[in-house]
Antibody, heavy 117, light 107 residues
Framework: QVKLLQSGAALVKPGASVKMSCKAS????????VSWVKQSHGKSLEWIGE????????NFNEKFKGKATLTVDKSTSTAYMELSRLTSEDSAIYYC??????????WGQGVMVTVSS | DIQMTQSPASLSASLEEIVTITCQAS??????LAWYQQKPGKSPQLLIY???SLADGVPSRFSGSRSGTQYSLKISRLQVEDPGIYYC?????????FGGGTKLELK
């Protein structure tokens, strides 16, 4: 069965960076785009960007360009997102999700990032 | 960017009641519309894709429809496990955008 297992919660200081992972299993990792989605506390969902593991091609929401960097390690079927120059506005839950034929069909469990000194 | 205006923001309904949630797209998105359910502390779960197609394992009391650029999610007979927050998502043009969410509670 398809699973996306994300790394654990992170507490980071303002101005620092954080890198989180999303390990895929149960399907051919290189065949599907992986997207990242932000959910601020009590708010809706925002699409950050996506990466195609086979080629490393990426697309970003303009709002997150310069903030998020997406990479993959095909050898371990793992996608990564790094967020830089963190502020309190970056405190949120971040999800990875697979873009299947029917849209975002499988989601990771989410990573809670807290930015605090 | 395509804006997805979702309504109502919240709603309270009784067991077995019919519930309808709508999303209005700011431009034509064809059938590139999905619906998700999110329960507290959990990730979103796909309910409907292609505006009207039921995702695997989703109960048949959930259905989706389209009228022009307005999309609806209907729960035909509300069950105790259905409360949560519902979101629409347009997959027509990047950046993919979500509606603001509808919080559904049991009365």
């Amino acid at each position: 069965q398809v699973k996306l297992l994300q790394s654990g919660a992170a507490l980071v200081k303002p101005g620092a960076s954080v890198k989180m992972s999303c390990k895929a299993s149960g399907y051919t990792f290189t065949d599907y785009w992986v997207s990242w989605v932000k959910q601020s506390h009590g708010k809706s969902l925002e699409w950050i960007g996506e990466i195609y593991p086979n080629s490393g091609a990426t697309n970003f929401n303009e709002k997150f360009k310069g903030k998020a960097t997406l990479t993959v390690d095909k050898s371990t079927s793992t996608a990564y997102m790094e967020l830089s120059r963190l502020t309190s506005e970056d405190s949120a839950i971040y999800y990875c999700t697979r873009a299947g034929d029917s849209g975002f069909d499988y989601w990771g469990q989410g990573v809670m990032v807290t930015v605090s000194s | 960017d395509i804006q997805m205006t979702q309504s109502p923001a919240s709603l309270s309904a009784s067991l077995e009641e019919i519930v309808t949630i709508t999303c209005q797209a700011s431009q034509d998105i064809g059938n590139w519309l999905a619906w998700y359910q999110q329960k507290p502390g959990k990730s979103p779960q796909l309910l409907i894709y292609g505006a009207t197609s039921l995702a695997d394992g989703v109960p048949s009391r959930f259905s989706g429809s389209r009228s022009g650029t307005q999309y609806s999610l209907k729960i035909s007979r509300l069950q105790v496990e259905d409360p949560g927050i519902y979101y629409c998502l347009q997959g027509y043009s990047a950046p993919w955008t979500f509606g603001g969410g509808t919080k559904l509670e049991l009365k």
